[in-house]
C-alpha cells in the first residue's frame, strides 16, 4: 500500500508541471513587416499571372519601424537608370490595410501578413493587383 501512496504522491506533484509550457511567443503583423526584407514571389492583375521578368527576380522591399520603406531594385537592373523607391508607410491597426507613399503617389493595399507571406492586393477602377512576396534573406 504504501508503494502506491507515493505513485499517487508524485503524479499529483507532476500534473502540474506537465501542464507547464512555455507559450509561443507570437509577434504582431508590424513585428513580422519589419523583422525583415521581402521578395516579390509572384504577381497576378485580374486573377492572371503575370511572369515576372529575370531583372525582376532580385528586386525586395525593406519596412523600417520608423514607417519608412524602400523597394530595391536588385543587382539585376531592368533599366539602366533604375533607382530605389523610398517612401512612408502605414498599417492599419488591425493589420489589414497598409498604405504606401512615395513620389508615385499613395497606395492603399489590402495585406496579409503572416511570417511566411505578404499579400498585397491593390484595387483601382479597373484592375485588382495581387503581389506575393516571400520573405528575402
Same mark, same amino acid.
Not at 114 to 129: G, H, P, R, S, Y
Given at each position: 500500500?504504501? @508503494? %502506491?501512496?507515493?505513485?499517487?504522491?508524485?503524479?499529483?506533484?507532476?500534473?502540474?508541471?506537465?501542464?507547464?509550457?512555455?507559450?509561443?511567443?507570437?509577434?504582431? *503583423?508590424?513585428? /513580422?513587416?519589419?523583422?525583415?526584407?521581402?521578395?516579390?514571389?509572384?504577381?497576378?492583375?485580374?486573377?492572371?499571372?503575370?511572369?515576372?521578368?529575370?531583372?525582376? *527576380?532580385?528586386?525586395?522591399?525593406?519596412?523600417?519601424?520608423?514607417?519608412?520603406?524602400? #523597394?530595391?531594385?536588385? @543587382?539585376? !537592373?531592368?533599366?539602366?537608370?533604375?533607382?530605389?523607391?523610398?517612401?512612408?508607410?502605414?498599417?492599419?491597426?488591425?493589420?489589414?490595410?497598409?498604405?504606401?507613399?512615395?513620389?508615385?503617389?499613395?497606395?492603399?493595399?489590402?495585406?496579409? /501578413?503572416?511570417? %511566411? !507571406?505578404?499579400?498585397?492586393?491593390?484595387? #483601382? #477602377?479597373?484592375?485588382?493587383?495581387?503581389?506575393?512576396? /516571400?520573405?528575402?534573406?
Amino acid at each position: 500500500m504504501k @508503494a %502506491n501512496e507515493w505513485l499517487i504522491f508524485f503524479t499529483v506533484l507532476l500534473l502540474p508541471v506537465s501542464g507547464c509550457r512555455k507559450d509561443e511567443v507570437t509577434k504582431s *503583423k508590424m513585428e /513580422i513587416l519589419t523583422t525583415g526584407s521581402w521578395k516579390v514571389s509572384s504577381y497576378k492583375i485580374n486573377q492572371e499571372e503575370i511572369a515576372l521578368m529575370d531583372c525582376q *527576380k532580385d528586386n525586395y522591399m525593406s519596412f523600417n519601424t520608423d514607417g519608412s520603406y524602400t #523597394d530595391f531594385p536588385g @543587382a539585376l !537592373k531592368c533599366e539602366i537608370s533604375e533607382a530605389n523607391i523610398t517612401g512612408t508607410w502605414i498599417l492599419s491597426d488591425d493589420g489589414e490595410t497598409l498604405t504606401l507613399e512615395s513620389y508615385q503617389g499613395i497606395q492603399n493595399a489590402a495585406a496579409e /501578413i503572416t511570417e %511566411n !507571406k505578404l499579400v498585397l492586393t491593390f484595387t #483601382d #477602377d479597373t484592375d485588382v493587383i495581387i503581389m506575393t512576396c /516571400i520573405p528575402y534573406p
